[in-house]
């Protein structure tokens, strides 16, 4: 099984088998009851959530399967540097999973989870559609532009409906967080050498040209799941008016339906 995970066969063999290990402890962090194994390219994880006075028993899916789609194969090795002097090759799918437990394993495992796991693969696809390997700075408002007009499903990007809440999709990925832990392991791919300040102008960029709105707007209306304050506000207004219609038409039959029961 070590096979599906590193670039190739040869290689420092203990290396391997305590990265494996490291993984799967960073694993067992978020999923006590141990079902997870970095092996494995589907985690089920457990967890609760509070709804009103009751916690109810949720899973998070984690499908990391698309990592094995050629779409997303930006890079086909990367060097994991370790302990020791140690490293380790990774191919495209275990460096996804390697990245996605240093980003996770200090927090909780819950439904924005996917959404990460989400915005990883977009981050892959947009960078092996240019042929580039790493996040560049000139790069940075058409990256934003596209999580906030596209999904990504089946290995391919979806034109979406309206923009997706702020807190759904990039409030889950740092991407100076990110750099930093790239580059604690020796790896200058994915990310690029710019600041949050870059990152802000050009997401407000992005936004405006986008949903219309500033960069600070669009974070304080992202209360609605996957719609931009404004799209969510005429979305209400539209769902308000077309349940007044049905009940127009409804109610009569109804009334009819009940007078004969």
């Known amino acids: ?35 997870a194994n970095f092996d494995h390219d589907i985690w089920v994880i457990p967890f609760t959530r509070l709804l009103g006075n009751e916690n109810i028993n949720l899973f998070a899916t984690l499908n990391f399967t698309d990592f094995k789609n050629t779409a997303l194969m930006f ?9 020791n002097n140690q490293s380790v090759d990774l191919n495209l799918l275990g460096f996804a999973k390697w990245l996605f437990l240093k980003l996770k394993c200090d927090g909780a495992i819950d439904y924005r989870s996917v959404w990460l796991l989400d915005v990883l693969k977009m981050h892959f696809t947009f960078l092996a559609e240019r042929r580039s390997t790493v996040l560049n700075d000139a790069d940075l408002e058409e990256f934003f532009s596209l999580l906030l007009t596209h999904d990504f499903k089946n290995g391919a990007f979806i034109k979406r409906f309206g923009a997706p809440a702020y807190a759904s999709r990039f409030k889950c990925y740092n991407l100076m967080d990110c750099a930093r832990i790239l580059r604690s392991h020796g790896i200058d791919d994915l990310i690029g050498e710019f600041d949050q300040s870059d990152i802000n102008k050009a997401f407000n960029e992005s936004c405006l040209a986008q949903i219309d709105m500033t960069l600070s707007d669009y974070k304080a209306g992202g209360s609605f799941d996957f719609l931009t304050l404004d799209v969510g506000r005429h979305y209400v207004d539209f769902c308000a008016t077309f349940l007044k219609k049905i009940l127009h038409f409804q109610l009569p039959y109804l009334k009819h339906y009940l007078m004969l029961d």
């Open 1 to 35: 099984m070590l096979n599906t995970v590193f670039s190739s066969a040869s290689g420092n063999e203990l290396a391997k088998l305590e990265f494996i290990q490291h993984c799967n402890d960073m694993l067992r962090c978020i999923d006590p009851t141990n079902q």
């Open 75 to 83: 890079k086909d090795q990367f060097s994991i540097q370790l302990e």
